[in-house]
């Protein structure tokens, strides 16, 4: 697998190439549109929906001031169960902690079962490169991996694809690394699902080793939670005989009491179902039933700099549903690969730069600003992240971050519009001016109007003004501004 | 009651009419609204593009303009929504006590025109007449930051002569975001062609929302399709009567319609 998303350009760029595709324009329209209705309908039948949202943010905010006292509570139940804890500072020493464990049982494969913290930290690059195949066992996963491709959404990464590519994708690269689809393979969603179950099973039964991710990890009894809808990730966490769960030290919840409501909120937010088809808890090692051998790698990769953050930590409530890239008109449009990360939409746009930091890279700086600030993503969140109000704190820390030195232009006309529109009689005096332009502008022959305001077309100098008008007209300035008419008429008694 | 007008930079530059139709509508309705002209910007398109330091002069300028106001009505819900919720952030950023205090004294007046006159005035028959066939976009600050819910669509029904018609897709952002209209131009486009789209399939010949810069973007759009359907702030609307009808161009056709040289 060679795809990556490193060297990705910055969203408006990458969001432009993306718009150009129309198949996958018509895909997210399609399937965000079908998830967006799914949710609302279960959502609603949920009568203490907002008081679920209310707890469900108060029981993550209260894990996350507690973080350290929490972390150790599972470290220690884990270990009394025969479990064994390794701490990972960034994916580095994540991914080395598990490929160092297949080594040790000689492996050269492993089965995977989704995991974002996996994802995140590059898990199955790290193995190629150590000799170690990973084989993605969730549906969309496998397509992605198959067509060498890359995520484009955190619950259903293959969202930006329809069933007759992902034909074309088996049928091309199944046989490559196992068993092939079948000749007659169709596109109909049942056939492809056989031909994937097939394909799998033969991993499933081979495999030694599985590396999953977590949703939840209970403090108080070292319980691991997968939540799934296939049973794809119940095979790899039941049958090899040994196990590592990469989990986001954010995932941990204090009690089975508090495990509840993220069971009420999750499924609804993500898949819009009441209930997910399999859910598989796990604490330790079980004598003579499953993996006999079990790991679980706690990994920060920017999490504590996230937590420091006030604005900011409140991202880490998140419990990876996606309700808020299927709500998002830009994700509708663009698709997950434009923000470059296995974090795409609105949470993407405001979990990358907290985990990397700001300031640091172009493509980073520029999710943050990804977003027209519409709200219906916090309106959408099972935890109540106020997803805008980061967004504008974090374009804040892009903006600082980027104080002294040379002044981009942008920071230029914001200072030069800023001291002007700090003052009435400098704001009366440049409306002046602009009024005067208008007037001059209407009283050229030719060109278009609006009702009886004269409308200009491109503007031809590079900058906003092109960006604005390339597409939309714009009316050139009012002959008078309301507050000269307002001034003239003295309080517009006439009106 | 002591009613301080807040235009917005947007309309005293560009919309003035609106403005007008504001005064026009308050005053049929009893309300003498005052126009302090300290007034400038919220500085809604600083903060919102993270030059928060270059926001503060601009929030103390507001807090001066409207410190002396019961309530300060405004024909936007975006900078309602700014003075509300994003003034206090400013003001803390400023480390002046003095500026959080006009903050908290000055941001809960703030309030949006629906808001005013169905909560305030307590008036959901304005008194105009508009006979045409109107859709309503709910801009997303409005809808979302304020919850004006079904203010301004009640409004709307009430207009004598006005055929309210459904907006498919009615709750979706028209892409405009402020500076993302030309930061990220093409995604706001993309977003603005669809949202254009619903308005055609809509039937109506004129789009009303409660944020002119909302409708700059829409509109212009609209305008470059050569599609024919004008847009018009909500203001406009509700101060059309038909005795005045003529100011608006109530009675008129919608005049979208290119004039050649």
New interface residues.
């Given amino acids: 697998m060679t795809a990556t998303f490193v060297g990705m350009p910055a969203?408006?760029e990458a969001?432009?190439r993306a718009?150009e595709n129309a198949q996958q324009r018509h895909n997210l329209a399609h399937a965000t549109g079908t998830i967006r209705e799914k949710r609302a309908s279960v959502v609603a039948e949920v009568d203490e929906w907002e008081g679920l949202r209310l707890a469900g943010a108060a029981i993550k905010d209260h894990t996350l001031r507690h973080l350290d006292d929490q972390l150790l509570a599972l470290e220690s139940a884990l270990q009394e169960r025969g479990a064994t804890v390794h701490w990972a500072r960034d994916a580095d020493e994540a991914c080395r902690i598990v490929a160092d464990i297949a080594h040790a049982h000689d492996l050269d494969e492993v089965v995977k079962v989704k995991s974002m913290a996996t994802q995140e930290i590059g898990l199955n690059e790290a193995l190629a490169a150590e000799g170690i195949a990973a084989w993605e066992t969730d549906l969309a996963e496998l397509i992605v991996q198959l067509g060498d491709d890359l995520p484009s959404h955190i619950l259903v990464p293959a969202i930006h694809r329809n069933r007759s590519e992902i034909r074309e994708i088996f049928r091309t690269s199944m046989g490559e690394v196992g068993r092939p689809a079948p000749d007659a393979l169709s596109d109909d969603p049942a056939d492809l699902a056989a031909a994937a179950r097939l394909h799998l099973r033969e991993k499933f039964l081979r495999a030694k080793m599985a590396v999953s991710g977590a949703n939840f990890a209970v403090a108080e009894t070292g319980t691991l939670v997968v939540v799934e809808s296939e049973g794809n990730g119940r095979m790899c966490l039941t049958l090899p005989e040994v196990l590592v769960s990469v989990v986001g030290i954010e995932k941990v919840v204090p009690t089975w009491q508090d495990l509840e409501v993220f069971m009420q909120l999750l499924p609804r937010s993500s898949t819009g179902e009441r209930m997910n088809p399999y859910t598989s808890t796990w604490a330790g090692v079980v004598p003579d039933d499953g993996p006999q051998e079990v790991h679980v790698v706690l990994l920060d990769n920017g999490r504590t700099r996230a937590l420091a953050d006030e604005v900011g930590r409140q991202a880490l409530r998140c419990i990876r549903c996606s309700a808020c890239l299927n709500v998002c008109?830009?994700y509708e449009?663009?698709g997950g690969h434009a923000y470059g990360s296995v974090y795409p939409g609105p949470i993407g746009a405001i979990l990358n730069p907290l985990l990397r930091g700001v300031g640091v890279d172009e493509q980073t700086d520029s999710l943050?600003?990804?977003?027209?600030?519409?709200?219906?993503c916090?309106?959408a969140c099972p935890v109540r992240i106020d997803i805008p109000s980061v967004l504008?704190e974090?374009?804040?820390?892009?903006?600082?971050a980027h104080r002294g030195g040379l002044p981009k232009p942008?920071?230029v006309a914001?200072?030069g519009?800023?001291w002007?529109?700090?003052?009435?009689t400098r704001?009366?005096r440049s409306?002046r001016a602009?009024?005067f332009a208008g007037r001059l502008l209407d009283k050229m022959?030719?060109?278009?109007?609006?009702?009886?305001r004269r409308?200009l077309?491109t503007i031809p100098v590079p900058g906003?003004g092109t960006?604005?008008s390339?597409?939309?007209?714009?009316?050139v300035?009012?002959k008078?501004?309301?507050?000269a008419?307002?001034?003239r008429t003295d309080?517009?008694d006439e009106? | 009651m002591r009613v301080g007008l807040m235009i917005t930079c947007i309309n005293d530059a560009l919309f003035p009419d609106t403005g007008r139709s504001v005064v026009r509508l308050l005053r049929r309705l009893g309300v003498d609204v005052e126009f302090p002209p300290g007034q400038t910007c919220c500085g809604q398109p600083m903060v919102n593009t993270g030059y928060f330091d270059e926001a503060v002069p601009m929030v103390r300028n507001f807090v001066d303009a409207f410190a002396d106001y019961d309530y300060v009505v405004t024909p936007s819900g975006s900078c309602t929504g700014s003075a509300r919720h994003q003034h206090e952030l400013v003001a803390r950023r400023s480390g002046d006590p003095g500026l959080v205090r006009a903050v908290e004294e000055v941001a809960p007046r703030v309030v949006e025109l629906s808001e005013f006159l169905v909560d305030v005035l307590g008036v959901v028959d304005v008194g105009a007449y508009f006979p045409h066939q109107v859709t309503y976009h709910p801009t997303c600050h409005s809808l979302r930051m304020l919850g004006v819910g079904d203010r301004p669509t009640r409004l709307l029904e009430a207009v004598q002569g006005l055929r309210l018609v459904e907006l498919p897709g009615a709750e979706q952002c028209c892409g405009f975001g402020g500076t993302f209209a030309v930061k990220n131009a093409d995604t706001s486009v993309a977003m603005g062609f669809d949202k254009a789209r619903h308005v055609l399939d809509s039937g109506a010949e004129v789009l009303v929302a409660g944020d002119n810069s909302c409708l700059l973007h829409i509109g212009g759009l609209l305008s470059r399709q050569r599609s024919g359907i004008r847009v018009m702030h909500l203001a406009d609307v509700l101060a059309s009567t038909e005795k005045d009808a003529g100011q608006t161009g109530a009675t008129g056709p919608a005049k979208t319609e290119e004039k050649l040289p």
């Fill in positions: 969203f408006p969001a432009r718009l008109p830009v449009r663009t943050p600003y990804a977003s027209s600030l519409c709200g219906a916090f309106e504008v974090l374009r804040g820390q892009v903006v600082d942008e920071a914001m200072r519009a800023a002007v529109l700090s003052s009435g704001t009366a409306e602009a009024a022959p030719g060109g278009r109007r609006q009702g009886e409308v077309g906003p960006a604005w390339q597409t939309r007209d714009v009316p300035p009012a008078e501004s309301f507050r008419w307002w001034s309080g517009g009106a």
